[in-house]
């Protein structure tokens, strides 16, 4: 971790004001960096006396202490993130410490060296271990102990019943992700009391409500930049590494804000189905009047279906958005004596002055309404 682009990468992903743990801190330099730049607080752990020392000059707090006992230390979610930085590979009993990062924290970000890099298949290929500077050792020296793949680590974590929201490789201190043919769009199920035509054809299209679909685009966007403009190229690759860092950050304080409010409570009602991808991504649930779009027509049926929903379910937030006609929403609150917590901005921006001007604005203005609604006293 001693790269300065791989810690801001990883960095960013960390919500500003957390209380953090770092398994295996190393010297200390991830945890000094979110303490300067993101006011974070929390504990470094770490074997080694000269990393001990080293994050002790640098004013991190650090426990002395080997991580194959656990973490019996720690209380449950006594943490809002866990770091596994280049440390799982390390560890022998692997499936118990990653249950232990998701019984202390509320987020756990972890780091590995991704066996299946095509370089490392190629030395492999050629009879020899790899040895780069992800894995500057040779075979009979090197401190892994474990040898892993992106998709090996994904089995492992359904297995254990853990969720991935999010996973990109570092190389030359740059995020990498498989963005080749993107990620399959979601389908829309039907509207309350359905309905029979829509101009999305049963297809969502709103995938930008999921801020790691944003992120997909970025290298393609990148990309068609420098193939029109090559004498700029170097400037907007450097750009969109730089808004994937924000959007990192910006879907990081989403699951942050989103873990205050229990999963039970997560349900709310909006004038159209728009938000199936932050539903997914997010563990929201939303209903609906009407479809996909906001010229879809509610059935009365529907209408009074969603009314005894609402009663039986006992949800407590009722949302307008900004582009859709508030009086079927309206109507709904009276009947149920909800009243509407605020108007949400689903396909449109707000003007330069208003509360949604731009996409991080939009997504933070969404997210801080309906935590706000939802989270109990």
Known sequence: MSERKDLEL???LVPAGSRVLDLGCGDG???EWLQRHKGCS????ELADANVLRCVQRGVDVIQLDLEEGLALFDDQSFDVVLQIDTLQAIRNTERMLRETARVGRIGIVAFPNFAHWPNRLKVAAGRMPVTRALPYEWHDTPNIRVGTFADFGVLARRLGLHVTDAFGLHDGAAVRVAEGGAAPLKAAPAQGGHGHHHHHGIDPHTWQDVSRVLQWLPRIAQALCEADAAGCDGHRQRAEAYGARLRSLDADIRAQWATVPAADRKLITSHE???YYA??????FLAP???STEAEASARGVAQLVRQIRAEGIRALFVETIADPRLIEQIGRETGLKPAGRLYSDSLS?????????EAL????TRLMVEALRRP
Request: glycine fraction near 20%; proline fraction near 9%; hydrophobic fraction near 45%.
């Open 351 to 359: 003007p330069p002055d208003g509360a949604a001007p731009s996409y």
């Open 363 to 366: 997504m933070r203005h969404n």
């Open 274 to 276: 728009a938000f199936g």
């Open 42 to 45: 929390g504990y470094g752990v």
């Open 29 to 31: 330099a991830l945890l």
């Open 290 to 292: 009407q479809g996909l």
């Open 10 to 12: 990883i960095g960013a």
């Open 280 to 285: 997914a991504a997010y563990g929201v649930r």
